[in-house]
């Protein structure tokens, strides 16, 4: 469909939104993330050379950074930026929307304040009585009461 040129507006931005969708409910394993950020790159670079509009679509995710798609789209004019580069990119362009699992998502941040001490040195008091212990005969001598 591409190479003919039957790739219309509607298709291209539902096909990339269906990627990005995907990485919104299964980014939160690495290896489906990793595949679906090579397939949306793979699929963004496609699509911008036949001048399709998805740069709307990038532009529509929550707190995408703008001057971020315009370094991709810098990036991708040159044609000398390694493909590491351009996915590095492109993950800190859909980032906000990458999905993390339900144990991170819910998670509680726990704040431990200074908390007293639980023991307490006791202060040595210099005791002149007789239960002081000098030698082992002194532990079996009778006790005065």
Do not use: W
Request: hydrophobic share 35%; net charge positive; glycine share 4%.
């Amino acid at each position: 469909m591409i190479e003919k040129g039957r790739v219309t507006n509607e298709l291209a931005v539902f096909m990339f939104s269906r990627v990005l969708y995907g990485l919104q409910q299964h980014g939160e394993h690495e290896m489906n993330q990793y595949m679906l950020l090579g397939l949306g790159l793979h699929i963004y670079q496609t699509l911008v050379k036949l001048n399709v509009c998805v740069n709307q679509v990038l532009t529509n995710i929550p707190n995408a950074p703008v001057e971020m798609i315009d370094k991709l789209k810098r990036c991708l004019e040159e044609r000398k930026t390694s493909e590491k580069k351009l996915k590095d990119i492109f993950k800190k362009i859909v980032s906000p929307i990458i999905g993390v699992s339900l144990g991170e998502k819910f998670k509680r941040e726990v704040k431990i304040e200074n908390l007293p001490q639980m023991f307490r040195r006791r202060r040595k008091e210099n005791d002149n009585s007789e239960d002081k212990i000098n030698d082992i005969s002194s532990l079996f001598r009778p006790q005065p009461k």
